[in-house]
């Protein structure tokens, strides 16, 4: 707390909004834009490891966050301030931070990728700010920001490798997958089994139990991709420029249309089950890796004579 205090008495309005803006860096949307701009405009390969880095991360984040329930530092410390703007985003427990998380995995695995010095440099620019801002807005704690990274990095540089490898051939990818659905169906049975006290927080509870179905949706859904791509459309992500920018803006459209709107309709046919949660997830990845892809072909020709 001590470097929090620190941090708290040099906030100004300016660098308040500064770290306001830098911290949502490490949101959940710039995580899905900056897969779905590896696997669908750069290489399928880069795209499957950026988003297991992302997938991984968040169900280790939310196994440590239920584990250890150790609350946000103004809980702690009932005299310590955050910047208020933070207060709406800053939900769930508080060890370890997911917004360092993300951001760490996404531009760590961004910066292993890219072999621009230049990439490379605002990549760790942003691994260092995005922790610092949560810490700045008075949300997390070293110790929180600390661990993140540090699994963050782990995941980026295991997972490289293994990644590579998997996807050279069809049936290591599938034992790859399979040890992902694995441990989501682990982190979804934890959730349900494991003894949590009488004073868990039935808020953060819930949060961890929704995240669940949601990450155990979207690795069944990338697998199922992964299966139908690898059989019948195995697409290909080059094209000019312009009709990149263009596949990826009409693909987020009814990406998103998925993602919000059918969010109720869902609950209503599961009769509020969070499975719904888990089904919306599988239908943005099955979308985003078997739907859209078959357009791919026409952007391709794009520019050609």
């Not at 707390?1 to 620190?6: Q, S, Y």
């Not at 308040?16 to 710039?30: K, N, P, S």
Request: hydrophobic share 50%.
């Amino acid at each position: 707390m001590e470097i929090l205090r620190f941090l708290e008495d040099l906030r100004t309005p300016v660098l308040d909004e500064f770290f306001a803006l830098v911290t949502r860096l490490g949101e959940e949307t710039l995580f899905i834009l900056a897969g779905l701009v590896f696997f669908w405009c750069v290489s399928k390969k880069q795209g499957y490891y950026l988003l297991s880095v992302g997938f991984l991360g968040t169900v280790l984040n939310q196994f440590l966050k239920l584990l250890f329930r150790i609350p946000r530092p103004w809980l702690r410390d009932k005299s310590f301030t955050i910047v208020e703007s933070a207060r709406a985003e800053a939900t769930g427990y508080s060890f370890p931070s997911g917004h360092t998380q993300s951001a760490v995995g996404v531009f760590g695995s961004i910066a292993r990728l890219n072999h621009r010095w230049w990439v490379r440099l605002l990549c760790i620019i942003a691994c260092v700010l995005v922790p610092l801002s949560r810490m700045w807005l008075g949300v997390h704690t070293p110790a929180d920001v600390g661990v993140s990274i540090v699994v963050a990095l782990v995941l980026v540089f295991l997972l490289y490798p293994l990644v590579n490898k998997a996807f050279d051939r069809p049936g290591t990818a599938r034992l790859f997958f399979g040890s992902m659905l694995l441990l989501s169906a682990a982190y979804l049975a934890f959730v349900y089994l494991y003894p949590f006290p009488a004073d868990t927080d039935p808020e953060n509870l819930t949060h961890g139990i929704k995240n669940a179905y949601k990450i155990l949706g979207c690795v069944l859904g990338l697998w199922v991709a992964y299966e139908v791509d690898a059989r019948y459309i195995r697409f290909d992500t080059r094209a000019v420029w312009w009709a990149q920018l263009l596949k990826l803006v009409l693909g987020l459209v009814p990406l998103l249309l998925i993602k919000s709107g059918l969010k109720e309709p869902l609950y209503a046919l599961f009769a509020g089950s969070y499975l719904a949660d888990g089904v919306r997830y599988a239908l943005i990845t099955l979308f985003a890796g078997c739907v859209w892809p078959l357009t791919f072909r026409f952007f391709s020709r794009c520019g050609k004579k």
